[in-house]
């Protein structure tokens, strides 16, 4: 069976990192669970457009609607191998920090922590309140990792594109799942 990851999209700036994961982990024959929330697909259409949506949508193995509580990734016993959120909203931020699980995104976020499995969060908002913060601490302090969608200027990326998939390719590394697949400071 191949692994699977779920890729959770909610209605922050960056919609691009999210076609990226999805890009990266299909290369990786890694099967995606996907699933927008709603403002996650507004952000979609209005950053991405519809052909990269179609494409984004194309490279999941499974599609779930964001208000399905019933859904399998709803679940512990769905054996994912774990979940990243790109981009994640201030307010799921907020949601998975206190364990809300309002959506089927908050939800499959909160399952990751509940299961220890690896949860990755490219939590994006400038400049971040103290709230913003006290949230971000207590996702780590559940052993969640914040990755801050910010670019890796010591690689010099020639354009947006180069900056967004290396994010990406940062979330998935995270997860552990297969050898790195970001590019790494050549020293
Ligand atoms: C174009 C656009 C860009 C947005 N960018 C951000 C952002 O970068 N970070 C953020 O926290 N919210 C951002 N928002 C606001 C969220 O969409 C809003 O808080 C929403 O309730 C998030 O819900 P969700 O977490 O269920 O997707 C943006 C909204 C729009 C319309």
């Not at 990786?28 to 259409?45: E, K, Q």
């Not at 969060?121 to 971040?128: H, I, S, T």
């Not at 200027?153 to 390719?169: E, G, H, R, V, W």
Request: charged share 15%; net charge neutral; glycine share 6%.
């Amino acid at each position: 069976m191949n692994t699977r990851v779920v890729l959770g999209v909610s209605g922050a700036s960056g919609a691009a990192l999210a076609l990226d994961c999805a890009r990266l982990l299909a290369r990786m024959a890694i099967a995606v669970d996907l699933v927008l929330t709603r403002m996650g697909c507004h952000t979609c259409a209005l950053e991405l457009g519809a052909d990269a949506t179609a494409e984004l949508k194309m490279l999941a193995a499974r599609i779930h609607d964001g208000a399905d509580m019933a859904a399998t990734i709803a679940s512990g016993s769905c054996p994912v191998a774990g979940m990243i959120v790109a981009p994640c909203s201030m307010r799921s931020l907020a949601a998975i920090a206190s364990g809300l699980d309002d959506t089927l995104l908050t939800r499959a976020a909160g399952v990751q922590l509940k299961e220890r499995r690896p949860l990755v969060l490219l939590a994006r908002e400038a400049p971040l309140t103290l709230a913003h913060l006290r949230n971000m601490t207590a996702v780590t302090e559940m052993s969640g990792i914040i990755l801050p969608p910010v670019p890796a200027f010591y690689l010099k990326p020639d354009n947006m594109q180069a900056m967004t998939a290396q994010i990406a390719a940062r979330a998935v590394d995270l997860l552990r799942l297969t050898v790195a697949q970001a590019d790494a400071w050549p020293g």
